[in-house]
């Protein structure tokens, strides 16, 4: 009893100095919004005081966000009239208003996109995104992900681009396609181990997302160490929300496993923090596990206490997935009780939910549910019918073919990472091999020079200024040489471009005056000197002389190879522009991507292998 009572006072202390704090900042931005003149930096303070007041007092933050809106508009300030939508359709996703929720996150994709300020429109995408998923709106959800990964992939962010594929992963698990889910989750792993500095929040949510699906597919004995891994993550990191939202995971994987104690231990570890961040989703989902748990220990009744109270908080969070489960469970709890016709009524509104949104692991659910309710009142017609559709979707919900796909994704992932790992000790032994025969040719040398005394020091010497000059000499000369290959090819660039412009000025003339002599002859010898081929030879000989055995190399590992392709990879090998490219090959930048996508073919490169990293191998 005594200890209960000091983790209470622990519990709320904490919670204090936290308040404090946010006070603190809440009074800061207060007193730069009063002492503001009317300009674009006011409209910032009042976003970021809708920001810290959205999950605290929701109608102060409506007030600040309308504020903004109004200012932006009258200072035709269009980027912050667009985060204004933004914040107005947050705003409606929690009190719940679909529609206008929807309206809003519309109106500030389309405004934040037309002054094209990607940064903005790519955080609206996004919470447009999370808003659809959570309404079961999954197709919207997933077109909205992709068009934030485009605009990613053009910012060149490599952060933003796996939030994207990590919001397509939760798309995914969310619909039951557990191989798509692995392959985005596994495409963002990638990206985050090549990040520099290292991300370690994406990093650790990824690894998180790989316990998440093995929990989804039940193998709860390979979920648990990714998830907890990422939980050490964010408890460095002092990421409460992460924290909450993994102890869920955690209780999940626990529940599954039927160590109910562990289970709700964590459970309550998320209940805890999301009072603390008074955020009534988290508290929702929290109570609902707590009530499963309560059940597995037959404590029906505080399970339907927990449940009722869940229900109630789910209609201001408004997440449709949530809505459906606490439906479920409470079916299942008033048909542990022999309440079925309360039973019947919750599991019906889940499977309504469920089958609007095409949710079949909570439809599957709630068609078994169901069943068992109608045969306690002994309606065994109904029964059955449920009994066949709940066999129907179970079916669909996962197959053997997706499990090995899944397998062979991570398989691959993981071999590569070890390969990666590999071929760095190799190159760390090979270095220190290099090392230590330098030591001791350093120390022979040495002895050399004691026993030959002064002459046969003063030859080594010798020799070895020697052998500093050549080398010295060979840098000048391959310096040169690469100089005078650049020089080459863009006056070939720049040749074939003024040719070019030569000859359509030719077509246009003769087109004009049709009987002048001379125009067709002109545009012949443009043409011969354009397919001329003397001047490529020229080139290729410098090229060997720069890049030895280049086209040998290339030949004999892809001897499919045209030579019309090794041009192409040659000219890449120099790292010149498509435009460059095109001008050189006399060819257009649209035929330079064609060629570029059948090499890619030819070289059997996936869309996540750079060509140009293979060329620059070679």
């Known amino acids: 009893m005594k200890t ?30 009063k002492g503001q003149k009317e300009d674009t930096l006011k409209v910032k303070t009042l976003h970021q005081l809708f920001l810290e007041l959205r999950h605290k007092d929701w109608g102060k933050a409506y007030e600040y966000n309308e504020e903004s809106i109004l200012l932006s508009k009258k200072l035709i300030y269009p980027k912050g009239e667009g985060i204004g939508y933004l914040n107005k359709g947050y705003y409606y996703r929690f009190l719940p208003n679909i529609d206008s929720a929807r309206f809003y996150f519309e109106k500030s994709v389309k405004l934040l996109g037309d002054i094209n300020v990607k940064q903005e429109q790519w955080k609206s995408l996004n919470e447009y995104a999370t808003f659809e998923t959570l309404a079961g709106n999954f197709e919207r959800a997933i077109s909205l992900a992709h068009d934030g990964q485009e605009i990613a992939i053009a910012l060149n962010s490599g952060t933003k681009l796996i939030d994207n594929l990590q919001r397509k992963a939760t798309i995914y698990m969310d619909i039951g396609d557990y191989e798509m889910a692995m392959r985005e989750t596994l495409k963002a792993a990638k990206i985050a181990d090549t990040l520099s500095p290292p991300d370690l929040k994406r990093k650790a949510i990824s690894v998180a997302d790989i316990g998440r699906i093995e929990m989804l597919r039940g193998n709860y004995n390979k979920a648990l160490e990714p998830i907890k891994q990422a939980l050490d993550i964010f408890r460095k990191l002092k990421d409460d929300q992460w924290l909450a939202t993994l102890y869920v995971e955690i209780g999940n994987v626990y529940w599954y496993m039927e160590k109910y104690d562990e289970s709700y231990k964590n459970y309550n570890n998320s209940l805890e923090i999301s009072r603390k961040m008074n955020r009534d989703d988290f508290i929702a989902s929290n109570l609902n596990n707590l009530a499963l748990v309560s059940m597995e220990r037959k404590q029906y009744d505080k399970a339907i206490t927990h449940l009722l109270e869940a229900n109630r908080l789910q209609k201001r969070v408004g997440s449709v997935n949530n809505k459906i489960n606490n439906h479920n469970n409470l079916g299942a709890a008033y048909f542990e009780i022999g309440n079925y016709k309360n039973s019947i009524a919750y599991h019906s509104i889940a499977i309504k939910l469920a089958d609007s949104i095409r949710a079949i692991d909570v439809l599957r659910d709630g068609y078994f549910g169901r069943s068992l309710a109608f045969e306690g009142l002994g309606d065994f017609k109904n029964a059955l019918s449920d009994q066949r559709n709940y066999q129907k979707v179970n079916d669909s919900v996962f197959n053997t073919r997706k499990a090995k796909q899944i397998d062979e994704l991570k398989t691959q992932y993981e071999t590569e990472k070890k390969e990666q790992q590999i071929a760095l000790q190799e190159k760390e032994i090979t270095l220190l091999e290099q090392e230590a025969a330098i030591s001791n040719l350093q120390k022979l040398l040495l002895g050399i020079g004691l026993l030959l005394s002064l002459l046969g020091f003063y030859a080594i010497r010798q020799k070895m200024k020697r052998n500093k000059l050549e080398k010295e000499k060979v840098d000048v000369e391959l310096a040169f040489k690469k100089k005078e290959l650049t020089t080459h090819a863009l006056h070939l660039a720049k040749k074939n471009e003024v040719l070019e412009g030569l000859k359509q000025k030719a077509q246009e003339l003769k087109e004009k005056e049709e009987s002048k002599n001379g125009y067709q002859q002109l545009i012949r010898t443009i043409n011969f000197d354009l397919q001329d081929d003397n001047n490529w030879e020229n080139f290729s000989r410098y090229f060997e002389e720069v890049h030895k055995d280049f086209h040998s190399n290339v030949k004999s590992k892809y001897p499919e190879v045209t030579s019309n392709e090794l041009r192409l990879l040659a000219l890449l090998k120099m790292n010149l522009s498509s435009k460059e490219i095109a001008n050189i090959l006399n060819i257009s930048p649209e035929g330079i991507k064609k060629a570029r996508y059948r090499l890619r073919k030819k070289l059997d490169l996936t869309t996540d292998d750079s060509l140009q990293d293979l060329v620059l191998s070679l």
């Open 4 to 33: 209960s009572k000091l983790l209470v006072f622990l519990v709320c202390s904490f919670c204090f100095c936290a308040i404090a704090q946010e006070n603190k900042k809440l009074d800061s931005l207060l007193s730069v919004y």
